[in-house]
């Protein structure tokens, strides 16, 4: 029997890492001789580096830059061999900003340009951006500033738009733009399916998330429609439905526009990265699992594209942990899971269990769900 264990991490509690060894410690018990394979994985958000970096021969570059905030913040990304990865939550990252101050209007990724302008700096001709965790609501304005693009309002002067200024744009200029940039090829990693625009676009799924009012929303999204068509005007781009455009506060719009980058779901390249194909042939049973499995699920997290995976590959069964769902057997199905169990399911289990004693919560639930092989 071949099992492979492939989570994303239990966000602010678990590792990937680690949860895959929770759920191993269990299978090695319930399969005895099983081969048993753990591939943690990320979605293209927060822990994508590190996987990389234990994957790729890449070397950390760290340098200052500016933050959401518009202050001084550390940020690093990897590079090897030509090609540079840059997590945009190191520069423009909801963990930059204190809680009092969180509010996507006044945001920006002029720090996301700044870590592409020293990649390329470096002989970067193939940069991955992995959009996610972003503090922002600015469609990538910042970033696209700080790599020589100028924005101009009724005023002679150019500015730098953020969420609540993208209203303010007349024209957008290239004529300065960084030399070498289109020389260098971009791939704008996805962790979300989200459009720039709408109901489930950039603002009306994440804002909130990011500090923003309800009273704000209408406001932020006729922002960044008049944004849209401003790059429609100038660029030549349109970026209003395309899937994954809304990512990281439409930056992933601001990728299309402004570096031509092309849009891949994150789970796609980090499964592509650790050869998750070859791990999938002959396996028996696939077990995959994030913090929370609920209607984001569906839309390009790591749950959704191992279990896509695993049906393409015709593995017999694929199950999920998690610490809650929040989602109907109908999504179940349309996921590609064969069962969901989660750690709030159970009617021992307390938040505070879930959340403060997550490993071993985790071993007991598989202990109760796993089933021995007769």
Same mark, same amino acid.
């Given at each position: 029997?071949?099992? #492979?264990?492939?989570?994303?991490?239990?966000?602010?509690?678990l590792?990937? $890492?680690?949860?895959?060894?929770?759920? $191993?410690?269990?299978?090695?018990?319930?399969?005895?001789?099983?081969?048993?394979?753990?591939?943690?994985?990320?979605?293209g958000?927060?822990?994508?580096?590190e996987?990389?970096?234990?994957?790729?021969?890449?070397?950390w570059?760290?340098?200052?830059?500016?933050?959401?905030?518009? +202050?001084?913040?550390?940020? &690093?990304?990897?590079?090897?061999?030509?090609k540079?990865?840059?997590?945009?939550?190191?520069?423009?990252?909801?963990?930059?900003?204190p809680? !009092?101050?969180?509010?996507?209007?006044?945001?920006?990724?002029?720090?996301?340009?700044?870590?592409?302008?020293?990649?390329? *700096? /470096?002989?970067a001709k193939?940069?991955?951006?992995?959009? &996610?965790?972003?503090?922002?609501?600015?469609?990538?304005?910042?970033?696209? @500033?700080?790599?020589?693009?100028?924005?101009?309002?009724?005023a002679?002067?150019?500015?730098?738009?953020?969420?609540?200024?993208l209203?303010?744009?007349?024209?957008?200029?290239?004529?300065?733009?960084?030399?070498?940039?289109?020389d260098?090829?971009?791939?704008? #990693?996805?962790?979300?399916?989200?459009?720039?625009?709408?109901?489930?676009?950039?603002?009306?799924?994440? $804002?909130?998330?990011?500090?923003?009012?309800?009273?704000?929303? !209408?406001e932020?999204?006729?922002?960044?429609?008049?944004?849209?068509? +401003?790059i429609?005007?100038?660029l030549?781009?349109?970026? /209003?439905?395309?899937?994954? *455009?809304?990512?990281?506060?439409?930056?992933?719009?601001?990728?299309? @526009?402004?570096?031509? *980058?092309?849009?891949?779901?994150?789970?796609?390249?980090?499964?592509?990265? #650790?050869?998750?194909?070859?791990?999938?042939?002959? @396996?028996?049973?696939?077990?995959?699992?994030?913090?929370?499995?609920?209607?984001?699920t569906?839309?390009?997290?790591?749950?959704?594209?191992?279990?896509?995976?695993? /049906?393409a590959?015709?593995? !017999?069964?694929?199950?999920?942990?998690?610490?809650?769902?929040?989602?109907?057997?109908?999504? +179940?199905?349309?996921?590609?899971?064969?069962?969901?169990?989660?750690?709030?399911?159970?009617?021992?289990?307390?938040?505070s269990? *879930?959340?403060?004693?997550?490993?071993?919560?985790?071993?007991?639930l598989?202990?109760? +769900?796993?089933?021995?092989?007769?």
């Open positions: 029997m071949k099992i #492979v264990i492939a989570p994303d991490k239990f966000k602010g509690t590792s990937a $890492a680690k949860v895959a060894a929770a759920i $191993a410690r269990v299978a090695e018990k319930k399969f005895p001789g099983a081969t048993i394979v753990q591939q943690p994985l990320a979605d958000g927060e822990g994508s580096l996987l990389l970096a234990d994957l790729l021969s890449l070397k570059h760290r340098l200052e830059v500016t933050g959401p905030l518009r +202050r001084p913040v550390t940020a &690093g990304y990897l590079l090897g061999e030509g540079a990865f840059i997590e945009i939550a190191q520069a423009a990252g909801l963990q930059h900003v809680g !009092p101050r969180r509010n996507p209007r006044n945001t920006t990724t002029i720090g996301v340009g700044m870590l592409i302008d020293d990649a390329i *700096a /470096r002989g193939d940069i991955y951006l992995f959009l &996610g965790g972003s503090a922002t609501n600015d469609g990538g304005a910042g970033m696209a @500033a700080a790599l020589g693009y100028r924005f101009f309002g009724d002679a002067q150019d500015f730098v738009p953020m969420g609540d200024s209203e303010w744009i007349v024209k957008i200029d290239r004529s300065k733009v960084l030399a070498g940039l289109t260098v090829r971009f791939t704008a #990693v996805c962790d979300v399916d989200n459009p720039l625009l709408g109901p489930r676009g950039a603002t009306y799924t994440y $804002a909130l998330q990011k500090g923003a009012t309800d009273q704000d929303l !209408p932020l999204e006729r922002n960044m429609v008049h944004f849209a068509q +401003r429609q005007d100038w030549e781009v349109d970026v /209003r439905t395309v899937a994954g *455009a809304g990512a990281a506060g439409g930056l992933g719009a601001g990728c299309l @526009a402004f570096l031509n *980058a092309r849009l891949r779901p994150g789970i796609d390249v980090l499964m592509e990265a #650790v050869g998750f194909s070859t791990m999938l042939a002959d @396996a028996d049973l696939v077990i995959t699992g994030e913090g929370k499995i609920d209607g984001q569906l839309h390009g997290k790591v749950v959704s594209g191992v279990a896509r995976a695993a /049906r590959a015709g593995v !017999p069964k694929v199950i999920a942990f998690c610490g809650r769902q929040e989602i109907t057997p109908a999504d +179940r199905r349309a996921l590609g899971l064969d069962e969901v169990h989660a750690l709030l399911d159970l009617s021992s289990m307390t938040l269990q *879930a959340l403060y004693q997550t490993e071993d919560a985790l071993e007991w598989a202990s109760l +769900r796993l089933k021995e092989r007769k």
